[in-house]
């Protein structure tokens, strides 16, 4: 079997300027796209500096009024907001958060807290999640 290259330099009924122009669809452009793949790997940011971030933009407050497990994301627990907004718990976090707390993120900030119905108070970061992650 011979790759595509023989086969463009060895055709006689191409020009050459279709010849220019399938060197660059299957070389330049692969060849791009390897080396962007490189560059961000070696000084793009990280996985956990990208969750972060992303994490960091998110807010939310309401009670919880139901908890369940996502079936279409991987099983992971999840609670359904007064406000119909989802929130999805990580392992760590699953015994704190119950039906009828109260939960608040506010944008820029990297911390939940979670009140309550009967006073009390926990505050669960995201950076404690990382920190785990980091470990393994």
Same mark, same amino acid.
């Given at each position: 079997?011979?790759?595509?290259?023989?086969?463009?330099?060895r055709?006689?009924?191409i &020009?050459? &300027?279709?010849?220019i122009?399938l060197?660059f669809?299957?070389?330049?452009?692969?060849?791009?796209?390897?080396?962007?793949a490189?560059w961000?790997?070696f000084f793009?940011?990280t996985g956990?500096?990208?969750?972060?971030?992303e994490?960091? +933009?998110?807010s939310?407050?309401?009670?919880v009024d139901?908890?369940?497990?996502? &079936?279409?994301?991987?099983?992971?627990?999840t609670a359904l907001l007064?406000d119909?907004?989802?929130?999805e718990?990580?392992?760590?976090?699953?015994?704190?958060?119950?039906?009828g707390?109260?939960?608040?993120?506010?944008? +820029?900030?990297?911390i939940?807290?979670?009140?309550?119905?009967?006073?009390?108070?926990f505050?669960l970061?995201?950076?404690?999640v990382?920190?785990?992650?980091?470990k393994?």
């Amino acid at each position: 079997m011979e790759n595509i290259f023989g086969w463009i330099r060895r055709n006689p009924s191409i &020009t050459k &300027t279709e010849k220019i122009i399938l060197y660059f669809c299957f070389g330049a452009v692969p060849v791009s796209l390897f080396g962007l793949a490189l560059w961000s790997n070696f000084f793009g940011p990280t996985g956990t500096e990208t969750f972060l971030k992303e994490r960091s +933009g998110e807010s939310f407050a309401g009670k919880v009024d139901s908890l369940y497990n996502d &079936t279409r994301n991987h099983n992971e627990r999840t609670a359904l907001l007064s406000d119909k907004s989802k929130f999805e718990l990580f392992p760590e976090w699953v015994s704190i958060i119950s039906r009828g707390d109260s939960i608040l993120k506010r944008k +820029g900030s990297l911390i939940i807290e979670v009140y309550k119905p009967h006073k009390q108070r926990f505050f669960l970061n995201y950076n404690e999640v990382v920190k785990d992650w980091n470990k393994r």
